[in-house]
């Protein structure tokens, strides 16, 4: 079955502006993010070294903390599941874990320093309070609580350039990561660890935990560095669906496309996984590149994607 991507038209939901935050930071704003639990908060990461907190008052958005700490540039703000932590990772190679104690009152409570470059992107697992940074020093790293001290639980190696971000699957059994090296690596935690310990399949902690490579897809399926990446449970509803038992993951390139690929066990025995592309949307932002692709979490097939081009574009997936 042919899937073909296409822009939003005129049958799609209209956007609207409601709400512009002038002057919120003194150079770019590189990430934002809401707050999980209520939504009625956005944390701002900008190029100024800080990291804003924005309430939704009656008609506007109210700056009510600023996070400061980073020598430099601030690339990511992720919020935890429960809203209690939020992670800021930068240029300075330090990921901050922030805790919030009420009344937009925010401790650092560690400074985690392990990478030897830039951290371009942090990540919270969807079901525990489980960390993932990705790095200028081509690595992932794995973070945990331990005892009250957050500590490098593992560090995943395979790229052989710069790890520009990730993503996990829904159920948060897999993590899918995005390189310069123009490759998608999906992680899975080493299965003889998990026989031996009789846990249940899933990314989570435990000493000297590893991870392995289930799935790659080669560098010759995109011709420049991969952005970004998103994974989401279905496409559609009903029988039409392309079988993907794990998902989609759409990918943004500076090879100006947007790449939707499926996900899916392989029969058998085999614990790795097949990745296929589903379909490609060329010069998806003109001729720029795309930095930022999203899946709708409650809409099947809608996908926001962001570029250089200043421009946010709204993509709806027609089976």
Same mark, same amino acid.
């Given at each position: ?5 296409k ?16 002057n ?12 999980p639990?209520?939504g ?9 070294? #800080? ?26 703000v ?12 930068? +240029?300075?190679? !330090? ?20 990478? #030897? ?6 990540l919270?697992?969807p ?5 993932? &940074?990705?790095?200028?020093?081509? #690595?992932? +790293? ?7 001290d957050?500590? &490098?639980?593992?560090?995943? &190696? ?20 995005? &390189?310069?090296?123009?490759?998608? +690596? ?25 991870y ?15 952005? !970004?990446?998103?994974?989401?449970? !279905? ?19 500076g090879d100006?496309?947007? +790449?939707i690929l ?5 029969e ?6 097949d990745?296929?592309l589903?379909? #490609?949307q ?38």
């Amino acid at each position: 079955m042919d899937v073909d991507c296409k822009e939003s038209g005129s049958t799609a939901t209209a956007w609207q502006c409601l709400d512009v935050i002038d002057n919120a930071h003194k150079r770019t704003v590189r990430s934002v993010a809401f707050e999980p639990t209520r939504g009625h908060a956005i944390a701002t990461a900008s190029f100024d070294g #800080t990291t804003a907190i924005w309430e939704k008052t009656d008609d506007s958005y109210e700056c009510v903390a600023t996070l400061e700490g980073h020598e430099n540039e601030a690339k990511c703000v992720a919020w935890a599941p429960s809203g209690q932590l939020l992670a800021t990772c930068g +240029r300075d190679k !330090s990921v901050w874990i922030w805790e919030s104690n009420g009344e937009n009152d925010f401790d650092c409570i560690s400074v985690l320093m392990e990478h #030897t470059q830039d951290v371009k992107m942090v990540l919270w697992h969807p079901k525990q309070e489980l960390l993932v &940074s990705f790095s200028y020093d081509d #690595t992932i +790293r794995v973070w945990k609580d331990d005892d009250d001290d957050w500590v &490098s639980a593992a560090t995943i &190696s395979g790229h052989t350039s710069t790890v520009w971000g990730g993503a996990f699957s829904p159920q948060g059994e897999y993590l899918a990561s995005v &390189s310069d090296d123009r490759t998608v +690596r999906v992680w899975a935690q080493n299965a003889n660890q998990e026989q031996q310990s009789g846990s249940e399949e899933g990314f989570y902690y435990r000493p000297d935990t590893s991870y392995r490579c289930v799935a790659v897809v080669p560098d010759s399926v995109h011709s420049r560095a991969i952005y !970004s990446v998103s994974w989401c449970a !279905s496409l559609a509803t009903g029988e039409q669906q392309p079988k993907a038992d794990l998902g989609y993951l759409a990918t943004g390139c500076g090879d100006n496309s947007v +790449r939707i690929l499926s996900v899916s066990r392989k029969e058998g025995e085999s614990e790795d996984l097949d990745v296929a592309l589903v379909c #490609t949307q060329e010069n998806a932002h003109g001729l720029s590149d795309i930095n930022c692709v999203e899946w709708n979490p409650k809409y099947p097939g809608w996908l926001a994607t962001s570029g250089d081009d200043g421009v946010v574009r709204i993509w709806h997936l027609e089976l």
